[in-house]
């Protein structure tokens, strides 16, 4: 079956950085788009990243750009986002996320906390 699992969140100091992993399985992740949402406290889960498939294209939300980096392994079914100069305001729920057709793939998501 489909799974998507998150890692290497945990706290960190405004400023500083942090590189989440999601290993995906029971798919064929080269064929995929996959994404980085994230959802904060009372707020609701909003699109970070995306990556193509083959990795040649990305797009980020406005307030990541220049900030987090969205990249993929193709050969070890993994999709990482980078942040980098991070605000206590980027404190969230991290999921990395894929759709076909009509239905959506989530992971049980990572906890980032920004804070001093």
């Known amino acids: 079956q489909v799974q998507l699992v998150e890692s290497g969140g945990g706290l960190v100091q405004p400023g500083g950085s942090l590189r989440l992993s999601c290993a995906a399985s029971?798919?064929?992740?080269?064929?995929?788009?996959m994404s980085w949402y994230r959802q904060a406290p009372g707020k609701e889960r909003e699109l970070v990243a995306v990556i193509s498939s083959t990795g040649s294209s990305t797009n980020y939300a406005d307030s990541m750009k220049g900030r987090f980096t969205i990249s993929r392994d193709n050969a070890k079914n993994t999709v990482y986002l980078q942040m980098n100069s991070l605000k206590p305001e980027d404190t969230a729920v991290y999921y990395c996320?894929?759709?076909?057709?009509?239905?959506?793939?989530w992971g049980q998501g990572t906890q980032v906390t920004v804070s001093s």
């Open positions: 996320n894929f759709v076909v057709g009509l239905s959506a793939y």
């Open positions: 029971g798919f064929t992740f080269s064929s995929y788009a």
